[in-house]
């Protein structure tokens, strides 16, 4: 008897309803435009109002899945962030209440930096095998902060991603191999005392490399496979021209040559398009990145394999693959997301950096927080040191 195939059945993506274009940036910070555009390849960051963090975001990403599909046979919930808005209680309660979820499920939140979505991915596919009545869902959030005229500032970002699992799922059939590489260092962290992330950024793109050579060489070892078994590639995108460095770094590793610009827009380019556009989103990053990918493809994609590369800081390191599902088209919300990617408010730079320097209250006093655009969940305040989050009218 054949094992029945596990992975990803429906992919919801969010992301806040506010927008700073880089080049208002640019200016902001007399830097070449271009130096964003096509350096970085960003052309835009999401920002979260006020009244949004990880919660309201993953929970707007979930929502349409929990709606649409069969929400008592949720049996597991992870919500990965290195965004979390508490130190012990897990984001995926405040998800659960708000989803009005089974209480018969497993919700916890997992953490490392922007590789943990991948490790609930994986942890979850374990699960359904071997309780293929069930789904899972597993939800992504992050905004990516770095401190105001850093480098790492225009690579900012926010959203979130919403996965539910399946057997015999309508999207990506994962295969089993899977090439891993782990090690301690130090090219990004954040202090449990800090809301910004402190990073040695040329450092952490060669450990990103090397992580992502490590990872295929075992992948490869597993699976017999090679660079032309692949029909596309998602990589983790802390900025879109990382995935373009990582396809040239592992094409030069195989000795194959290097990839033209034409063979870089087939092979990663559609898998780039929304990240462009909201930025860094940390564990939702590689997410965010297949969903562009089957949403925006003019290519029937049918049948074909994805090599998928995760990468979280730190290090953790995850190249593992999929096939996409004959009638994957019927599955996809792509209108939605491009609907919600086009509707956004346009910030003028004072206002963006505003926002960046507003904190949550931790007087334990009673804060309403003013009303922005949001998903159909917001931040409406805090009081005695609890997040009040509240359904919005539509
Ligand atoms: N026109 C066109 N291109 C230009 C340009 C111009 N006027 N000026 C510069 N560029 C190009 C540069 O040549 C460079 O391209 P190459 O890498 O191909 O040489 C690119 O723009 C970036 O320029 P710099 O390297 O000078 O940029 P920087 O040092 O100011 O910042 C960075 C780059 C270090 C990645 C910074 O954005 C950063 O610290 N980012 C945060 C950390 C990060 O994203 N790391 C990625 C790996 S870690 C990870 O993946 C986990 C995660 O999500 C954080």
Known sequence: MHARSVGIDALSFYCPRYALDLKVLAEARSVDPQKYAAGLGQDCMAVPPPDEDVVTMGASAALPLVQEGDRDAIA?????TESGVDQSKAAALHLHGLLDLPHGCRAVEMKQACYSATAALQLACAWLALHPDRTALIVAADIARYELRSPGEPTQGAGAVAMRLAVEPRLLALDPEAGLFADDVMDFWRPNYRSEALVDGQYSTRVYLQSLLHCWAQYREQSGRGLADFDR?????PFTRMAEKAHGRLARACGAPAPDAETLARLV?????YNRQTGNTYAA????GLTSLLDTSDADLAGCRIGLFSYGSGCTGEFFSGVVQPDYRVALRAEAHRRLLEDRTALEYQQYEDIFQLAVPTDGGEHAFAQYRTGPFRLAGIGQHKRIYERVDE
């Open 76 to 80: 597991l919930l992870l919500f990965a």
């Open 233 to 237: 590639f998602c990589y983790h995108l």
């Open 269 to 273: 380019g559609d898998g780039l398009r």
């Open 285 to 288: 990053s590689l997410y965010e």
